[in-house]
């Protein structure tokens, strides 16, 4: 599940969505793909915490 939301989310048409754009300084790629692996990692975590009990 969370290899396919990865795969979605990091895929080629939605990173070029992002040329071009500043925000906050930075270009916007840049937060974005933050932003995605900051969740994927959240979840990972969240879904082992779930599980090891």
């Excluded at 048409?13 to 930075?26: A, E, R, W």
């Excluded at 270009?27 to 932003?35: E, G, M, N, T």
């Amino acid at each position: 599940m969370l290899f396919f939301l990865g795969w979605v989310l990091l895929n080629w048409p939605l990173l070029s969505l992002t040329n071009d754009i500043i925000l906050l300084g930075m270009p916007a790629i840049l937060i974005y793909v933050s932003a995605v692996w900051l969740i994927l990692i959240l979840l990972m975590y969240l879904f082992d915490r779930g599980s090891s009990d």
